[in-house]
Structure formats: structure tokens, C-alpha cells
């Protein structure tokens, strides 16, 4: 995980990807929680940082209630 999402977050900024990195980081977050864990703390705040631009998005308008809850629900804790 820590190797392959920085590309995957890249690929979303520059409107390259097909969203789901979005919906891997927020939908299921606490079945996966031992592949983010390994995450430190400087990822993970990069993590929480591309949620947070992507929420103030529109095109990602649909998942902003699966962001912010994913951000304070799991992210923060991280």
C-alpha cells in the first residue's frame, strides 16, 4: 500500500483516475485497517490531506458524506 498509493493519489489529482483510490480510502476503510496501518504518521496526514482537497472538489460532490466521515472516523485516529 505504501509503494502504489501515492500513484494512485497522483493519477486522481491530474483527473487520470478512475476514482477509486477515493473509494478505497473511504468505503471499507476499517475491513482494510491493517493495510493502512502501516501507513506513518506523514502518510497518513497526506492521506487525510488529498481527502480534504477532495472534498472541497465538485466533481467528487456524491462522496463528500463518505469523506468526512471516513476522515474522523478512521483517518483522524491514524
Not at 493519477?11 to 480510502?25: A, D, I, M, W, Y
Request: aromatic share 18%.
Amino acid at each position: 500500500m505504501c509503494f502504489h498509493l501515492p500513484a494512485f493519489v497522483i493519477l486522481e489529482l491530474n483527473r487520470e483516475g478512475n476514482g477509486s483510490v477515493l473509494f478505497h480510502l473511504t468505503h471499507n476503510y476499517k475491513y482494510h485497517k491493517d493495510k493502512f496501518n502501516i501507513l506513518n504518521s506523514e502518510q497518513s496526514h497526506a492521506v487525510v490531506t488529498f481527502l480534504e482537497w477532495c472534498f472541497m472538489q465538485p466533481d467528487y460532490e456524491f462522496e463528500k458524506p463518505h469523506i468526512q466521515r471516513a476522515i474522523e472516523e478512521f483517518w483522524y485516529e491514524n
